[in-house]
């Protein structure tokens, strides 16, 4: 499963690191025990609203993705991102294909590991669209907002 | 109208450039059709019983002429020199190539059309009032707000992947036409005590399987929170809607067991929590936008038309189309046109290559280049001067096009059934196009005035059996296409579900079980009553004893 980290406005390989990795249920049962576990693994049905200001400490938090059609971990990763202003890495893991990779990375995601073929041509899906009309967990301006400044700038 | 600038021009084009690549990949064979079909999803192209299907958005039902003729060339080039106008006022081809989509997505952008998010689990094109802009009593043009909608929900990150599709229906009126209590979100623009216009907010409604009529969780939203809203809406969803079975996953099913006030305090407790200045546009924005729904320039006429009147009185065919046809306009001496496609024997919501020309070449010289579709799968001049309307009238008739039906026994909602659909357990078209036989003369139609037939050929309830006066659905009865009739539905804004009558009739009976429902209630009726009036007062055990009594 190779792993694709989106920074600096390109999608690249990345040598897999070694995460020490503990799921949410464990933590939540036992904090103490696992002080030394630098990624959060969050099942899609849990409520970020309970944890979202607890996580900071984590380096990542790998959000999961058991079918492509199972969006629930865009909105958990805007809620990271946006709400609770997790500065860390966020993970795709699951069913992560090529054609999904723009909104991931809209939504906040950084980090992929990439289930689909030719993770080699991967890359080229970050950069299909030059604008995107809504605001995000990205730093893509909404194309409201770049109206606004053309407007202004006339 | 809308008209694109850069941005829009460039997203669209990218779009198709990105499918493109998507269809070479399948082709070449690095995508199997498993791998290909989410992607094709995304993009209106379904595989259809004998062939692909491509669906093109019609955003809330504008088009202009030269949009109109595009389809229209369409047609020709990439299918078989006709097409189909749906229940959601857009526009499916039948026979397209998956060689040709490409080629045919590029022509479409050459005039600002595409087929993104038709389908798929994702905020499907959104619908809107025909009348919009042109009938009187509206608040201001709902299609503003189904612009903006348009632009917030276009490929957006976090709602393209939901637990099912999702329709959102705004209208400005009180007088519904775009059905808004049985969609995911229903927005009806009214003013409230102060005279501020705002969003009353209704959510959960919908047909297939499981029909609802929608909760309404908020009374008054201001206008300028419409979006961060409904982001709310969708965030909501998203995270709670069901993901364990299809056939739970629509909005209704869990706005119905949470309940409305409790499903209501979710979407507010969200909405409190977002950002709301990242969301909503600006004023300034909401004007650019506003701006291009100007109304168009109207002549200074008087109310009435002497030419128009007298030819009314010269020509009883078109007195009896004016009569039924057309709609008050808010503009004095103008009227709003219906074009039917529902002729005698037709198949409900086609039209050929040259009909799409004729109705562009009439919009382009009286209707101020505008044409409109409707959710009951007929189309719409909106703006036509009555000193016009003889001259319109004959234009429409010389083109097959001036079937004076609207409204009535044959204006039939239909959905395609298994004449193409994968889906469908039973034929649709050929009831509708037997019906309307039964019922061919116009005259005694229009005696029997208002009554909304709607066929379905599944549970899944593209053809609204749920919501129409008199619904038909079919069923599989061992191999056999048997038709069930539900009664006193309605979409409109004394919206209803309809009755299931009884027992499933075979496709012999169910003609004859129409025109029995029909007469009882010419027997019957009081005054002007409309059939569903009727049904609503004397009850349902009435008129199932005079469909069963007697069979």
């Given at each position: 499963m190779p792993l694709l980290k989106f920074s600096g406005n390109r999608l690249y390989p990345a040598v897999e690191e070694a995460k020490n990795e503990v799921t949410l249920d464990e933590w939540r049962a036992n904090r103490f025990a696992h002080a030394d576990a630098t990624a959060l693994v969050v099942p899609n049905d849990a409520d970020i609203s309970d944890i979202g200001a607890d996580v900071s400490g984590f380096s990542a938090i790998i959000l999961e993705f058991p079918a492509f059609k199972d969006g629930r971990a865009y909105s958990q990763a805007r809620l990271l991102r946006e709400r609770f202003g997790f500065a860390g890495e966020i993970r795709a893991r699951g069913a992560v294909l090529r054609d999904q990779l723009f909104f991931m990375k809209r939504c906040g995601f950084d980090a992929f590991e990439f289930s689909g073929p030719n993770a080699d041509a991967a890359a080229g899906a970050m950069h299909e669209f030059s604008f995107a009309y809504q605001g995000a967990a990205d730093d893509y301006d909404p194309v409201w907002r770049r109206r606004l400044s053309r407007a202004a700038a006339a | 109208m809308y008209r694109y600038d850069e941005f829009d021009a460039t997203m669209v084009a990218e779009r198709v450039r990105q499918f493109r690549g998507q269809v070479e990949r399948r082709l070449s064979g690095d995508l199997s059709e498993e791998e290909f079909k989410p992607l094709r999803l995304m993009n209106g192209l379904y595989l259809q019983l004998h062939a692909y299907m491509l669906r093109v958005a019609i955003p809330y039902g504008t088009l202009s002429s030269a949009q109109m003729r595009a389809l229209a060339e369409a047609a020709r080039k990439y299918d078989k020199g006709y097409a189909h106008f749906t229940t959601r006022q857009n526009l499916q081809y039948n026979w397209p190539a998956l060689v040709d989509v490409p080629d045919l997505l590029d022509d479409l952008a050459k005039v600002e059309m595409h087929a993104i998010q038709t389908s798929g689990n994702c905020i499907r094109n959104v619908t809107s009032d025909q009348y919009a802009g042109a009938a009187e009593g509206e608040v201001e043009d709902p299609r503003i707000w189904c612009e903006v909608i348009?632009?917030?929900?276009?490929?957006?990150?976090?709602?393209?992947?939901?637990?099912?599709?999702?329709?959102?229906?705004?209208?400005?009126?009180?007088?519904?036409?775009?059905?808004?209590?049985?969609?995911?979100?229903?927005?009806?623009?009214?003013?409230?005590?102060?005279?501020?216009?705002?969003?009353?907010?209704?959510?959960?409604?919908?047909?297939?399987?499981?029909?609802?009529?929608?909760?309404?969780?908020?009374?008054?939203?201001?206008?300028?929170?419409?979006?961060?809203?409904?982001?709310?809406?969708?965030?909501?969803?998203?995270?709670?809607?069901?993901?364990?079975?299809?056939?739970?996953?629509?909005?209704?099913?869990?706005?119905?067991?949470?309940?409305?006030?409790?499903?209501?305090?979710?979407?507010?407790?969200?909405?409190?929590?977002?950002?709301?200045?990242?969301?909503?546009?600006?004023?300034?924005?909401?004007?650019?936008?506003?701006?291009?729904?100007?109304?168009?320039?109207?002549?200074?006429?008087?109310?009435?038309?002497?030419?128009?009147?007298?030819?009314?009185?010269?020509?009883?065919?078109?007195?009896?189309?004016?009569?039924?046809?057309?709609?008050?306009?808010?503009?004095?001496?103008?009227?709003?046109?219906?074009?039917?496609?529902?002729?005698?024997?037709?198949?409900?919501?086609?039209?050929?290559?040259?009909?799409?020309?004729?109705?562009?070449?009439?919009?382009?010289?009286?209707?101020?280049?505008?044409?409109?579709?409707?959710?009951?799968?007929?189309?719409?001049?909106?703006?036509?001067?009555?000193?016009?309307?003889?001259?319109?009238?004959?234009?429409?008739?010389?083109?097959?096009?001036?079937?004076?039906?609207?409204?009535?026994?044959?204006?039939?909602?239909?959905?395609?059934?298994?004449?193409?659909?994968?889906?469908?357990?039973?034929?649709?078209?050929?009831?509708?196009?037997?019906?309307?036989?039964?019922?061919?003369?116009?005259?005694?139609?229009?005696?029997?005035?208002?009554?909304?037939?709607?066929?379905?050929?599944?549970?899944?309830?593209?053809?609204?059996?749920?919501?129409?006066?008199?619904?038909?659905?079919?069923?599989?009865?061992?191999?056999?296409?048997?038709?069930?009739?539900?009664?006193?539905?309605?979409?409109?804004?004394?919206?209803?579900?309809?009755?299931?009558?009884?027992?499933?009739?075979?496709?012999?009976?169910?003609?004859?079980?129409?025109?029995?429902?029909?007469?009882?209630?010419?027997?019957?009726?009081?005054?002007?009553?409309?059939?569903?009036?009727?049904?609503?007062?004397?009850?349902?055990?009435?008129?199932?004893?005079?469909?069963?009594?007697?069979?």
């Amino acid at each position: 499963m190779p792993l694709l980290k989106f920074s600096g406005n390109r999608l690249y390989p990345a040598v897999e690191e070694a995460k020490n990795e503990v799921t949410l249920d464990e933590w939540r049962a036992n904090r103490f025990a696992h002080a030394d576990a630098t990624a959060l693994v969050v099942p899609n049905d849990a409520d970020i609203s309970d944890i979202g200001a607890d996580v900071s400490g984590f380096s990542a938090i790998i959000l999961e993705f058991p079918a492509f059609k199972d969006g629930r971990a865009y909105s958990q990763a805007r809620l990271l991102r946006e709400r609770f202003g997790f500065a860390g890495e966020i993970r795709a893991r699951g069913a992560v294909l090529r054609d999904q990779l723009f909104f991931m990375k809209r939504c906040g995601f950084d980090a992929f590991e990439f289930s689909g073929p030719n993770a080699d041509a991967a890359a080229g899906a970050m950069h299909e669209f030059s604008f995107a009309y809504q605001g995000a967990a990205d730093d893509y301006d909404p194309v409201w907002r770049r109206r606004l400044s053309r407007a202004a700038a006339a | 109208m809308y008209r694109y600038d850069e941005f829009d021009a460039t997203m669209v084009a990218e779009r198709v450039r990105q499918f493109r690549g998507q269809v070479e990949r399948r082709l070449s064979g690095d995508l199997s059709e498993e791998e290909f079909k989410p992607l094709r999803l995304m993009n209106g192209l379904y595989l259809q019983l004998h062939a692909y299907m491509l669906r093109v958005a019609i955003p809330y039902g504008t088009l202009s002429s030269a949009q109109m003729r595009a389809l229209a060339e369409a047609a020709r080039k990439y299918d078989k020199g006709y097409a189909h106008f749906t229940t959601r006022q857009n526009l499916q081809y039948n026979w397209p190539a998956l060689v040709d989509v490409p080629d045919l997505l590029d022509d479409l952008a050459k005039v600002e059309m595409h087929a993104i998010q038709t389908s798929g689990n994702c905020i499907r094109n959104v619908t809107s009032d025909q009348y919009a802009g042109a009938a009187e009593g509206e608040v201001e043009d709902p299609r503003i707000w189904c612009e903006v909608i348009r632009q917030w929900s276009t490929f957006h990150p976090e709602f393209s992947f939901l637990p099912r599709k999702f329709k959102i229906a705004v209208t400005a009126s009180d007088h519904d036409r775009a059905a808004i209590k049985v969609h995911d979100i229903g927005l009806r623009l009214h003013k409230n005590d102060q005279g501020e216009a705002g969003f009353e907010v209704i959510v959960g409604g919908g047909l297939g399987r499981t029909p609802y009529i929608g909760h309404t969780i908020r009374e008054f939203l201001p206008k300028r929170h419409l979006l961060s809203y409904l982001e709310a809406i969708l965030r909501v969803y998203n995270l709670q809607g069901r993901r364990d079975n299809a056939y739970k996953a629509r909005i209704k099913i869990l706005v119905n067991a949470t309940g409305g006030d409790d499903f209501a305090g979710l979407v507010e407790e969200e909405w409190s929590k977002i950002d709301k200045k990242e969301i909503d546009l600006p004023a300034e924005e909401i004007a650019r936008i506003e701006d291009y729904f100007a109304p168009p320039a109207f002549e200074a006429l008087s109310a009435d038309s002497e030419a128009f009147e007298q030819k009314r009185k010269e020509d009883q065919a078109f007195d009896r189309w004016a009569r039924l046809n057309t709609h008050a306009h808010k503009a004095p001496g103008y009227a709003i046109v219906n074009i039917s496609l529902k002729p005698i024997s037709g198949i409900p919501g086609d039209a050929t290559d040259k009909e799409m020309d004729a109705v562009a070449a009439i919009a382009e010289q009286y209707s101020f280049d505008e044409v409109r579709v409707t959710h009951e799968q007929n189309l719409v001049l909106p703006h036509v001067r009555k000193d016009n309307l003889y001259t319109v009238y004959k234009a429409l008739d010389a083109a097959g096009l001036a079937t004076a039906n609207i409204g009535l026994v044959s204006d039939i909602i239909a959905c395609p059934g298994l004449d193409y659909c994968s889906l469908a357990n039973t034929r649709s078209i050929p009831i509708a196009q037997r019906i309307s036989e039964r019922f061919a003369d116009l005259g005694q139609q229009e005696d029997i005035g208002e009554l909304k037939i709607k066929i379905s050929g599944c549970i899944n309830a593209c053809g609204h059996h749920h919501v129409g006066h008199i619904g038909i659905l079919g069923v599989d009865k061992k191999g056999e296409e048997f038709y069930q009739i539900t009664l006193g539905g309605s979409g409109a804004e004394d919206a209803s579900i309809g009755e299931i009558a009884g027992r499933g009739l075979s496709s012999d009976e169910v003609v004859d079980a129409v025109e029995k429902l029909v007469e009882f209630y010419r027997q019957h009726r009081q005054g002007g009553e409309r059939f569903l009036d009727a049904y609503r007062r004397l009850g349902a055990d009435k008129f199932k004893e005079a469909l069963y009594a007697a069979a």
